[in-house]
């Protein structure tokens, strides 16, 4: 069972779009934990993940997030996808950098 972590400034606004995302996985009979924290919990909540998706307002800190989460994949969740709340597209986005 893969580990998505998604990251954002208090983890509130993520956690609606981990709901889209697990409304997409289960479509897709995909089988994942996807769970949102605020960026202060990274390095106890992400670093055994399978891949840290970053909410748009943290972009900034995905340098420090690599630093506390050494080899494991780091990306910006696409603004678009996150405005529309398009759990589907950001479930492809994890899947593409686990290598699923």
Not at 10 to 18: D, K, N
Not at 38 to 54: G, H, Q, V, W
Not at 75 to 90: A, C, P, Q, T
Request: proline share 4%.
């Amino acid at each position: 069972m893969r580990k998505i972590i998604l990251l954002c400034s208090a983890g509130m606004s993520t956690s609606m779009l981990v709901k889209k995302m697990q409304e997409a996985a289960a479509a897709d009979n995909y089988e994942c934990t996807i769970a949102a924290f605020p960026m202060s919990e990274a390095k106890d909540k992400a670093s055994d993940a399978d891949c840290i998706l970053l909410g748009p307002q943290v972009r900034f800190a995905k340098a420090k997030v690599s630093e506390q989460c050494p080899g494991v994949p780091i990306d910006v969740v696409d603004m678009k996808f996150y405005g529309r709340m398009d759990g589907k597209s950001v479930i492809e986005m994890a899947k593409k950098m686990i290598g699923d």
